[in-house]
């Protein structure tokens, strides 16, 4: 029962893809370690991209609420790849979270057994 607890956590908690390492499912767990972290890259270094274009674009505005003119920047601009990629990694992280328990709750009954 420890691992069926502590592995999800694991991939909850930290990153995913560490609780099938925990569950010795090391290609497994490598894969998802490096997909979680170029996501993460990825969805960081868009979001940082659009928000600097939106930033210059709106280099000398001199309205009263310059948030309110940001977001309607960025909704200007469309930020629909920000939303997919941040779509793919939680998708990522909630398979993560549910494979490591089905891992480690396979690998308890698997000790119990011997």
């Not at 029962?1 to 592995?7: D, T, Y």
């Not at 894969?31 to 890259?41: G, P, R, W, Y």
């Not at 969805?43 to 709106?58: D, K, M, N, P, R």
Request: hydrophobic share 55%; proline share 3%.
């Amino acid at each position: 029962m420890r691992r069926a607890l502590v592995s999800p956590l694991l991939s909850g908690l930290v990153i995913p893809g560490l609780g099938q390492i925990v569950n010795r499912q090391v290609g497994k767990g490598a894969i998802m370690v490096a997909a979680a972290s170029l996501l993460f890259m990825l969805t960081l270094g868009f979001a940082f991209h659009e928000i600097s274009q939106a930033v210059l674009a709106l280099d000398g505005y001199a309205g009263p609420d310059k948030l309110a003119a940001l977001r309607t920047q960025l909704i200007k601009q469309g930020v629909v790849w920000l939303l997919v990629l941040g779509g793919l990694m939680a998708c990522l992280w909630i398979y993560g979270v549910v494979d490591a328990w089905r891992g480690g709750r396979e690998r308890d009954a698997q000790l119990a057994g011997q």
